[in-house]
Nanobody
Framework: QVQLVESGGALVQAGGSLRLSCAAS????????MGWYRQAPGKQRDLVAT???????TYADSVKGRFTISRDNAKNTVYLQMNSLKPEDTAVYYC?????????WGQGTQVTVSS
């Protein structure tokens, strides 16, 4: 059984920064990729950023240039550095891990950006 635990969500003013982290634990053979998704009230869950085991990254256009995803493969941990935060970034942020051929999700962490 794989568990993912996110942390780092908080209330922050527009223009501020936050760093989210997500650690995977349990029965893990290998993590092919990890990523961050977010869901605002009344909206669908959207991809924010992903990173493969080889370090290839992908970003949503809305966060490109402001957010940076990174990972520590040895610790099975992924990070999301969020800079220049906007009120539109307010959402629950979820961590995802692709382990072998299955996706696993964390419980989410709330990020609220005030204007």
């Amino acid at each position: 059984q794989v568990q993912l635990v996110e942390s780092g969500g908080a209330l922050v003013q527009a223009g501020g920064s936050l760093r989210l982290s997500c650690a995977a634990s349990g029965t893990i053979f290998s993590i092919n990729a990890m990523g961050w998704y977010r869901q605002a009230p009344g909206k669908q869950r959207d991809l924010v950023a992903t990173i493969t085991s080889g370090g290839m990254t992908t970003y949503a256009d809305s966060v490109k240039g402001r957010f940076t995803i990174s990972r520590d493969n040895a610790k099975n941990t992924v990070y999301l550095q969020m800079n220049s935060l906007k009120p539109e970034d307010t959402a629950v942020y979820y961590c995802d891990a692709l382990i072998r051929w299955e996706h696993y999700w964390g419980q989410g962490t709330q990020v609220t950006v005030s204007s």
